[in-house]
Nanobody, 128 residues
Framework: QVQVVESGGGVVQAGGSLRLSCAASGDIYTNYHMGWFRQAPGKERVFVAA????????DYVDAVKGRFTISRGNVQNTVNLQMASLRPEDTAVYYCAAVNPGSVGDNWWALQTKYAFWGQGTQVTVSS
């Protein structure tokens, strides 16, 4: 079974930066597309960013474009989310998730139902 583990959350002041990392382990035969979602207090979980298994394509929600960068790590099925110019409204639990490219078509990026494996989440708090 694939396990997804996030790291790197914490507390940062508005305008600061934070880097989240994620690793999906347990399946060396599949290169997964990977994405980040977040859930703010009292709100639903929403899409933040995603990257293809090869790293050649990325997608972002409008609210983070120009501030967040998603990238593949050097190790198989790892991904990073570099967050800059953080705002209090970025405060949320950030979840990493993995999707098998062989089980989805082209329309998978922001669709939570397409992601088969999820991490437990890491808290990001941006103070004003």
């Amino acid at each position: 079974q694939v396990q997804v583990v996030e790291s790197g959350g914490g507390v940062v002041q508005a305008g600061g930066s934070l880097r989240l990392s994620c690793a999906a382990s347990g399946d060396i035969y599949t290169n997964y597309h990977m994405g980040w979602f977040r859930q703010a207090p009292g709100k639903e979980r929403v899409f933040v960013a995603a990257v293809t298994w090869s790293g050649d394509k990325t997608d972002y929600v409008d609210a983070v474009k120009g501030r967040f960068t998603i990238s593949r790590g050097n190790v198989q099925n790892t991904v990073n989310l570099q967050m800059a110019s953080l705002r209090p409204e970025d405060t949320a639990v950030y979840y990493c998730a993995a999707v098998n490219p062989g089980s989805v078509g082209d329309n998978w990026w922001a669709l939570q139902t397409k992601y088969a494996f999820w991490g437990q989440g890491t808290q990001v708090t941006v103070s004003s």
